[in-house]
């Protein structure tokens, strides 16, 4: 068990396949289904934030005199391993592979359909 004064080390980051900017679909969760483009990625976490799914409210008190409160609605994050990369030319979600191109440069590309992403 840790003392208050020990500390748990953060972990290692993971290496993700999904980019900020990607198009994922939620293939998990009570959002399953939806579609939206990651924000943000997390890789020690190993947790992505996606635009318009997950959403959570917060209801801040006012920080100055004659201010109101307010109730603001904001994305939280969501595994990894609840999205999956959807390819908006040929609608469907697919696992990304990591190769090297015949040049010696890393790209990624659909397992399902071989379509390019970079």
């Given at each position: 068990m840790l003392d208050a004064k020990q500390t748990k080390k953060p972990s290692l980051p993971v290496k993700m396949r999904i980019r900020k900017g990607d198009t994922v679909q939620i293939i998990n969760g009570k959002e399953k289904g939806k579609?939206?483009?990651?924000?943000?990625?997390?890789?020690?976490?190993?947790?992505?934030?996606?635009?318009?799914?997950?959403?959570?409210?917060?209801h801040l008190k006012p920080t100055q005199?004659?201010?109101?409160?307010?109730?603001?609605?904001?994305?939280?994050?969501?595994?990894?391993?609840?999205?999956?990369?959807?390819?908006?030319?040929?609608?469907?979600?697919?696992?990304?592979?990591?190769?090297?191109?015949k040049d010696g440069s890393k790209k990624r590309r659909l397992k399902k359909t071989g379509e390019l992403i970079d």
């Open positions: 579609t939206g483009e990651v924000l943000k990625t997390m890789p020690i976490e190993n947790r992505v934030v996606v635009k318009g799914i997950n959403l959570r409210t917060r005199e004659g201010e109101s409160g307010r109730i603001v609605t904001e994305e939280a994050s969501l595994h990894a391993s609840n999205v999956m990369f959807y390819s908006t030319q040929k609608k469907v979600a697919s696992r990304i592979e990591v190769f090297i191109d």
